[in-house]
């Protein structure tokens, strides 16, 4: 078994036996993140992954549960700006069903064959049919270890339809957990929420990828706004990111298809 952190350790290729990798993986598809997150990653140069549920596109508002609610990108030809410019898009399921609640009728453990397979390949079968491109990636809905743990049935069908899929943990502390080995092929994020302590979160991360040369880091985001904003992620906060990232020539930042074609085990 691999060695798990927040990321997997993966044996790089021996070109990029020094660097690290990181993923930037934008969940839910949110017009905040067409506004900000887009325009800060193309100044600099960077692509990311944009994790889209596929029936929220258009909808005026989406709920998740009584504290967590955002706009989605309200067109398809919005969505397809972010493939224009280099970025990943990923499966987000098809309604974001993971905790057991009256909105999202989940997780997926207690979903009928018809309705499970609905959220992993329907989703799979939108964004074929509303963008011409087969996504090769699922970003699982929910904190997994607790709000959508997966079981066989899950994990199989996934397997099945996507070459990756990537899962969530609660935050950067969940390291010292003993990850399932039901879920060593999956590529674990981390959540970065606004904080008076976000930069120094950064910064250990990017200290970890440079202690343990050849890790890999992902690190999800939810919406993103403006720099008026208290509870969501501020513009401002992703630009820092993405500066705190880009001063270490040590790190290079991929999608999930091309930080595979740089990593043995995943070949």
Known sequence: MQSWLAWRFYSPSEKHAQRSFITLRFDDATAGQKKYALPIMEKYGLKGVLAVPTSAIGKKLVIHNSYNRYVPIQSWREVNEFARCGWEIASHSRHHRSQNNIWLRGPWAK?????????????????KAKLGLIPKTIVVPGLTLTQNPLGRREVNLIIKH????SVSLSDLNDIILNVPSKYMFGLWGIPIYPSPLLRPTIRKILRLLLEKRGSWAILFFHDVGDNQQKKLLRERDLQMIVREILSHNYIEVVTFIEGAKECQDLM
């Not at 064959?113 to 390949?121: A, D, F, G, P, R």
């Not at 996507?162 to 899929?165: K, V």
């Open 111 to 127: 979903l009928s064959e018809s309705e499970l397979y609905e959220e992993i390949v329907g989703s799979k079968e939108d964004l």
């Open 162 to 165: 996507y070459q990756f899929f």
